[in-house]
DNA sequence: CTGAAAGCGCTTACAG
DNA sequence: CTGAAAGCGCTTACAG
């Protein structure tokens, strides 16, 4: 291994002036400056990170702490994880990917053995059980998915209240006057998934305030419940005539369940979905939907993250949280509602 | 930050002693260890890991190198990351994910720095630009996804030639005799990604050996070019009874088109895929498949290199190329061919 | 502009 | 069974 101490040899000077001449952190005369880097190059150098670590308190690396639950769905979870490590690596970090089931268990490991300089946290939950070690941990962290209490970190997410007011309001404003809502599955929700009740409990409050008709279920992650679910939905509301989906599983599942009974989008039926564009993308889903903005989310998170870890302790900011205002983006899938109600469950009927 | 002084001297023995009573490298007496273990309890105490790195040479990390490419499937990338970080935790180890565009210049950057004791490859080419440097590196790697050239380096991957010969030889049983094949986009091959032509050399051979009739496109990896192309093949081979696919997301679109042209697997066309049974699950896919095993595969990988990892230097054992038998999971969306041909190109006909 | 030295927190021969 | 010391490879005050 080729440490400073050969650069300096191989340039003739000190490991002090070595270090000094490849941070550019004190002026170095020129000649010197070449001769070093020059050194470095033919040697390969790199500086062992551990060692560099230790000296300096810092490590480069920040910590992503993802959890795949399995009521959620997991593709999602991807754009995320790439938004964070692209993001971070842009910044000049490295990533340290943690899947550990017992999420508290992980937070503390990497943090207390200062594996990170700080740490990001996915799929955080209203009483989230890594928060209060987040808090004690000496480097800082940015949460994605808004928690009960918010003290100490920086905070970011959809809106999903606004997101659930636009969907109803979108559907309204079309002449739509009873909905279906398919929200992510119950456990969800037991288990402290904030964002499903923030997006139900708007959707609901707009609808009432709208005078529409609203059908809330929740739905499910899996197939074939999924489509089983949606199968049963649709049959017990024949007349109701948009559907809103804030849940993924239910979205990928719907072109199936759509074509089976014979309907399309918007002719039988307006549908409105919640996830990102990529995603519409790749499972080629027609279905207008509110902007998830995973790739955003990491992004912000992370920037924000870097902006505390390169901060001076003292000059602590008061803490951000940001929650990003939804777009709908328009794939046609909403139109006026039809004239006649659907026809109820008709396994492969003509369209 | 509490260090092991402070647990020494909370414990009133040396630092050594302490270091000794921690890691059990030594006979410490029952009491003088009790002591150790109590302060080390009651301060908190995480040995720096960054120090103990530099001291030992370890980091416990291992580095996963996955590249997200345009012409590829990102979500099926998720099980292999799953795999890989919850087995290098199992073996305690974390993981330092970079999905960094230039993977040879990461590469360099995690091995030379000395950040992680190991590495695995995702998706590797067939002339693979982070080999030669990862032969250079002073750390095992190894690979998921079969090179050119496999020396020095551990390879793990599913047999896809005996996964196209399985392919043909079920539908052969079947009665089958003219096929149709969808690989992955064109652009895979010519950028090296030999599992496209070993599956579809293998098809090629296999069906010519049995007396079928194929035709093998090319698929594509984005809607709405995917649908379009499967739509087109169709159109061209109307007396084509089964459907190989080798492209996941020709097996995520494949359902829509399906339903488009009102037909039913098996019942007018047998269709086998390949890709995981998580996969399959997830997007509901009703088709029989060649299960991928991403999850393994991780496994495998990653098992194979905390063994090199762990083993003495010299004890150098022969690297490993394990290629997985194909397995055939049914679906039941094969059968015997049907008595008359499909009907051509019907938008939305009946059943 | 440059060098000698201390120190980051750990582990592990070396001595007793 | 235990302690004092060296060393891992770096950075950064301290001195000139």
Not at 33 to 44: C, H, K, M, S, T
Not at 88 to 108: N, P
Request: aromatic letters at 4%; charged letters at 25%; glycine letters at 8%.
């Amino acid at each position: 291994m080729v440490t400073i101490g050969d650069i300096a040899r191989a340039a003739g000077v000190s490991r002090s002036t070595a270090s000094y001449a490849l941070s550019g952190k004190r002026s170095i005369s020129e000649e010197v400056q070449e001769r070093v880097r020059e050194a470095a190059r033919e040697l390969g150098y790199t500086p062992n990170a551990g060692a560099r670590a230790l000296a300096t308190a810092e490590t480069r690396v920040i910590g992503l702490l993802a959890r795949f639950l399995d009521d959620e769905f997991a593709p999602a979870m991807l754009q995320y994880i790439r938004g964070v490590s692209d993001t971070a690596r842009a910044h000049g970090y490295d990533t340290l990917l943690v899947t550990e089931a017992d999420g508290a268990r992980a937070l503390r490991r990497i943090t207390s053995s200062r594996m990170v300089d700080g740490v990001v946290l996915l799929n955080v939950a209203e009483g989230d059980a890594r928060l209060p070690l987040l808090r004690k941990a000496p480097q800082p962290g940015a949460l994605v998915g808004l928690p009960g209490d918010c003290a100490g970190v920086d905070v970011f997410d959809l809106d999903f209240e606004a997101a659930g007011r636009l969907m109803v309001d979108h559907m309204h404003r079309l002449r739509h006057r009873e909905l279906l809502l398919v929200s992510q599955p119950e456990h969800v929700v037991e288990r402290g998934g904030a964002y499903v009740w923030r997006l139900r409990d708007a959707v609901v409050q707009q609808a009432r305030a709208r005078g529409i008709r609203l059908h809330a279920a929740f739905g499910e992650s899996r197939q074939p419940e999924v489509g089983r679910s949606l199968h049963a939905l649709l049959d017990a509301h024949p007349t109701a005539t948009g559907l809103l989906l804030g849940n993924e599983a239910a979205a990928a599942a719907l072109p199936s369940v759509l074509h089976a009974r014979g309907l399309a989008a918007p002719r039988d039926l307006s549908v409105v979905g919640r996830y990102s564009d990529e995603f519409a993308r790749t499972f080629s889903l027609p279905f207008s939907s509110i902007e998830s903005a995973p790739d955003l989310l990491g992004e912000l998170a992370v920037s924000q993250l870097v902006r505390r870890i390169t901060t001076p302790e003292g000059s602590e900011e008061p803490h951000v949280l940001r929650l990003l205002p939804p777009e709908l983006v328009d794939r046609g899938s909403t139109g006026p509602p039809p004239a006649a109600p659907r026809t109820s469950s008709v396994q492969g009927g003509t369209p």
